[in-house]
């Protein structure tokens, strides 16, 4: 029997999904688990289908706490568990029987401090994973944080940045918790735990399946505030790049929260709420001096600097070279 794994799985309005999520886990191959249910509140019959569940199987732990959103959830799930190891599902979504025990066998024989699977996005229940023959990647932590923050490979974006669908070591967690009341609270914390860890391991294999509702984040359309915390979480990461010597990241990563304040005001007359305006404002003059800290190219440069001379023509420039690149 291998080390304690602790799977943490936010619950929340999910009451037609919970079942097909806790099942898939509870058939593992791996048996040596802790399943944490955080019942966030739910308003339905969720809070009682996680009692069930605990009432049913001595691996099963409900935990249930005063509505506080995703990243509550998953720290209240982290306060309680036990494991060596943690793996954080949504509740919603649901993992081949393999999943933990591949991970971790992945994590041990690459002596690695995370463990990363693939996934398929799905609104369908009878999807399968592609036959496509396994391939592994090994990264150093700086050769992870540079294909978290190159934004060449949109699917590798994804996979790397997202708290589901990993293996940590529980250790990489010490005095790291996520964001609450953040939207995109991955971005504000997955890159913190890539830094801290010796080595990154990735297979292709697709392990989990992401149920895309249109309520979901990654399902749904312009969102002001997730826009917002996107983009703070990109100038923490910044931040955090520079206090770390890791010049080249920072300034992608400024470089990044800048177009992405840019798009969002050119959007501007979609934000209704006072308080939102004024972040983005803020944000805007904080982009400016801490470009200005950063080695960026000579074209970027010029852009950004005439951006806060006339920011709705070079908003409508930024608009057609990026129509031009993408052909």
């Known amino acids: 029997m291998g080390e304690l794994v602790s799977v943490i799985i936010p619950v929340y309005k999910v009451e037609d999904y919970i079942r097909r999520c806790v099942d898939s886990v509870l058939k593992q191959t791996y048996g040596n688990l802790e399943i944490i249910l955080v019942d966030d509140g739910s308003p339905d ?12 199987d001595s691996r099963v732990v409900s935990i249930h706490k005063k509505n506080g959103g995703l990243s509550d959830a998953r720290n209240a799930g982290m306060e309680v568990c036990k494991g060596e190891y943690i793996t954080f599902l949504d509740s919603d979504d649901w993992v081949e029987a393999a999943y933990i025990e591949k991970l971790y066998r992945l994590l041990k024989e690459t002596d690695s401090d995370i463990s990363v699977c693939s996934f398929i996005r799905t609104s369908k229940e ?3 994973p592609d036959a496509a023959p396994e391939e592994i990647r090994v990264f150093s932590n700086i050769e992870a944080l540079n294909s978290l923050e190159s934004n060449a490979d949109i699917q590798l974006y ?13 250790s990489l967690f010490d005095g790291v918790t996520y964001p609450v009341g ?7 914390t997955t890159y913190k735990l890539l830094y801290r860890a010796d080595r990154v391991a990735l297979t ?14 990654m399902g749904a359309g312009f969102n002001v505030k997730g826009n917002l915390d996107a983009t703070e979480a990109l100038k923490e990461r910044a931040e955090f790049y ?42 805007l003059a904080d982009l400016r001096s801490d470009l200005r800290k950063t080695k960026q190219k000579p074209g970027f440069k010029a852009f950004y600097e005439l951006y806060y001379f ?3 023509a070079m908003g409508w420039v930024y608009t057609a070279f990026e129509r031009y690149k993408n052909g």
Do not use: T
């Open 45 to 56: 019959r969720c809070g009682e289908i996680c009692d069930e569940y605990a009432a049913k």
């Open 126 to 128: 009878d999807a399968e």
């Open 158 to 170: 994804i996979q790397l940045v997202v708290a589901w669908g990993k293996l940590y070591r529980r």
């Open 182 to 188: 953040k939207l995109h609270e991955d971005e504000f």
């Open 204 to 217: 292709s294999a697709q392990l989990l399946y992401y149920w895309q509702r249109e309520d979901s984040i």
């Open 242 to 283: 520079q206090k770390a010597g890791l010049d080249e990241l920072s300034s992608r990563a400024c470089k990044m929260a800048f177009l992405k304040s840019l798009v969002l005001n050119k959007r501007s007359g979609e934000i209704e709420k006072p308080d939102f305006r004024e972040r983005l404002d803020r944000n």
């Open 310 to 312: 006339a920011p709705k």
